[in-house]
């Protein structure tokens, strides 16, 4: 009888059985736990996909050794009679099955590669398989992860938004020993960055108004995005009128439109101003004023040497504390209190320091009233009583006047005659 094995025509009859089972061994791929090896799919199951590698039985992959991506359906990750390479993990298990790991292969490769892009600096690109405590995992052939604290130039609320997302990163670290990858893109995005920062800081000229967002918020003022470069807005450069704290006028991620007050290469730094991109409500209401005018304020501080007025739209005056009332005023209580709407006249206009100067006293008198100061009654009423007040007469002691000694009586006798 003549038979075919593996191409080889023979005569059945010439061959013993132990001549024939050592044939077929000689013919069979040969292969050891832990190597690589490369085989045919085919069947596709719901939990597994066996694989024909010329073995004398046909390798199986679970669906949990096909992909690191969890969840993921074997129909999705292979097809029948597709070509693939795969990782020997047990030539027999119990059940006497060869049990072999896609994952693990692409792995072995994977970990090659991307130790060559590590040691080189080459940047790294995979999807965002799967978002996890503190960071995100992402496909670069093997399980990548990257941190959230290096997902973007700032910390990033929302990591599921990058979900399926592809992204370019670069390895920071490798440790084989704990099959651990970390990558950044921070480093890749501020590298793109520092390119876009210095051609842009090139171009920009004191004076020139650019649309930004307002990337993030400090207690002495507030960054922007000019598109590449973040620039400050300095708290007193926020609005014409007092800021307490930056986010009474903006919050992170308004648009607004800044002007460059200033541009540090060396430092590579950018002064901005928001308010200079708004009319000054300072000058507008200053030229509504006439000539010594008498307007109504809001008083809206009181300090020792006097009280702040504001005049409307935030334009604030001083008025001192001699020029408060017309008599003497110890502390301007005595005179008002924060919230009252007094009369002011306006004295004197600083446009350069941009400080006005006002007064009660002169609007009163040529309005023809008198300002109360609180305590001054009371104090001019006892020293009235103190003026006023009779001068008791002291008493007179009896005093007794003595006679004065008579002088000796040779003195008072008369001198007699001489012999």
């Not at 306006?346 to 320091?353: K, P, S, Y």
């Amino acid at each position: 009888m003549t038979d075919q094995v593996f191409g080889t025509t023979f005569e059945m009859e010439e061959l013993s059985e132990e001549e024939m089972n050592a044939f077929i061994d000689g013919t069979l791929t040969d292969f050891d736990e832990g190597d690589l090896v490369n085989g045919t799919v085919v069947k596709i199951e719901h939990d597994e996909v066996l694989l024909d590698i010329g073995y004398k039985s046909e390798g199986v992959i679970p669906a949990r050794e096909l992909s690191i991506r969890k969840d993921a359906s074997p129909a999705e990750l292979v097809q029948y009679g597709e070509q693939i390479e795969a990782l020997v993990l047990q030539k027999e298990d119990k059940e006497g099955r060869l049990i072999l790991s896609k994952k693990r292969a692409e792995y072995e490769r994977a970990w090659g590669n991307v130790e060559k892009m590590f040691e080189s600096g080459e940047i790294v690109e995979g999807e965002v398989i799967e978002v996890v405590k503190g960071g995100l995992i992402i496909d670069i052939g093997l399980r990548g992860f990257l941190p959230a604290s290096l997902v973007d130039l700032r910390r990033v609320r929302d990591l599921q938004a990058f979900l399926g997302e592809k992204l370019e990163a670069r390895v920071i670290e490798m440790d084989r020993n704990r099959n651990n990858v970390v990558l950044s893109r921070r480093v890749v995005l501020e590298e793109g960055r520092k390119q876009d920062r210095g051609a842009l800081l090139g171009k920009l000229q004191k004076g020139m108004i650019l649309p930004g967002h307002i990337s993030s918020i400090v207690d002495f003022g507030a960054f922007v995005d000019l598109g590449g470069i973040d620039g400050l807005v300095h708290i007193s450069e926020l609005s014409w009128s007092h800021v307490n704290h930056p986010s009474e006028v903006v919050k992170v991620g308004d648009a607004v439109q800044v002007q460059v007050l200033e541009v540090d290469m060396d430092r590579e730094r950018i002064s901005l101003g928001l308010k200079q991109t708004t009319e000054d409500p300072w000058k507008q209401l200053v030229e509504s004023f006439p000539g010594n005018a008498i307007i109504d304020g809001k008083v809206t501080k009181l300090v020792p040497f006097g009280i702040f007025v504001e005049l409307g739209n935030g334009v604030e005056g001083l008025v001192h504390i001699s020029e408060m009332a017309k008599g003497h005023v110890e502390t301007p209580d005595q005179v008002t209190a924060v919230g009252e709407t007094v009369k002011i006249k306006v004295m004197d206009v600083d446009t350069e320091r941009r400080r006005i100067s006002l007064s009660m006293r002169a609007a009163a008198e040529e309005l023809g009233f008198e300002i109360e100061i609180a305590g001054k009654e009371g104090a001019e009423d006892e020293a009235a009583e103190a003026t006023e007040a009779p001068i008791d007469e002291a008493p007179v002691e009896d005093v007794v006047v003595e006679e004065a000694p008579a002088e000796a009586e040779a003195t008072e006798a008369p001198a007699e005659d001489a012999e």
